[in-house]
T-cell receptor, first 112, second 117 residues
Framework: QKEVEQNSGPLSVPEGAIASLNCTYS??????FFWYRQYSGKSPELIMS????GDKEDGRFTAQLNKASQYVSLLIRDSQPSDSATYLC????????????FGTGTRLQVTL | GAVVSQHPSRVICKSGTSVKIECRSL??????MFWYRQFPKQSLMLMAT?????????EQGVEKDKFLINHASLTLSTLTVTSAHPEDSSFYIC?????????????FGPGTRLTVL
């Protein structure tokens, strides 16, 4: 059973702070890792993808992958109230067009 | 790029009727499309995977005779909920993987909220 685990939260951070979201996965054969943002009542939106160990930065977002520890994280710098949402970690085990397994999501609240 | 649309966005129907939901990739050709269902305060649950021109692959516990999937072209997949009942009320979301992509990002449609009375 391939599993993806996230802390459900809520994670509360003040505006301007760094939000750190974490995700662990069970299968060492995992190949691709994604972070999606989902606002209440809306569908998920892809914000980051990462495939190699290390960091990947895109604007205020940084994804970090450590395959040895089976751990992927998302850092959000200068958090804004508009970042308040549920963040879903997703992992793919196969090749192109393979299925994703989602974590249950971490709810982030950015407070004024 | 990588825009996926769904229609309708919201539907209310009577118990026993069938509802068809369309999923289109607007600016790319989709090798594979996926159908998910999401109940309130729960994560996404994959229902089925469809490839253009072939039968869909359903996840365990999903009734293929109730949830009919047709993937007629590289830009269109449809999900038909047959003989819908109140317990089928949910948020149905499709996603698509881009043909020829090196990796397997999935791009999601905006979802269809189904309410069965």
């Amino acid at each position: 059973q391939k599993e993806v685990e996230q802390n459900s939260g809520p994670l509360s951070v003040p505006e301007g702070a760094i939000a750190s979201l974490n995700c662990t996965y069970s299968d060492r054969g995992s190949q691709s890792f994604f972070w999606y943002r989902q606002y209440s009542g809306k569908s998920p939106e892809l914000i980051m993808s990462i495939y190699s160990n290390g960091d990947k930065e895109d604007g205020r977002f940084t994804a970090q992958l450590n395959k040895a520890s089976q751990y992927v994280s998302l850092l959000i710098r200068d958090s804004q109230p508009s970042d308040s949402a549920t963040y879903l970690c997703a992992v793919a085990w196969g090749g192109t067009a393979s299925k994703l397994t989602f974590g249950t999501g971490t709810r982030l609240q950015v407070t004024l | 790029g990588a825009v996926v649309s769904q229609h309708p966005s919201r539907v209310i129907c009577k118990s026993g009727t069938s509802v068809k939901i369309e999923c289109r990739s607007l600016d790319f050709q989709a090798t594979t499309m996926f159908w998910y269902r999401q109940f309130p305060k729960q994560s996404l649950m994959l229902m089925a995977t469809s490839n253009e021109g072939s039968k869909a692959t359903y996840e365990q516990g999903v009734e293929k005779d109730k949830f009919l999937i047709n993937h007629a072209s590289l830009t269109l997949s449809t999900l038909t909920v047959t003989s819908a009942h109140p317990e089928d009320s949910s948020f149905y979301i499709c996603s698509a993987s881009r043909q020829g992509a090196t990796y397997n990002e999935q791009f999601f449609g905006p979802g269809t909220r189904l309410t069965v009375l």
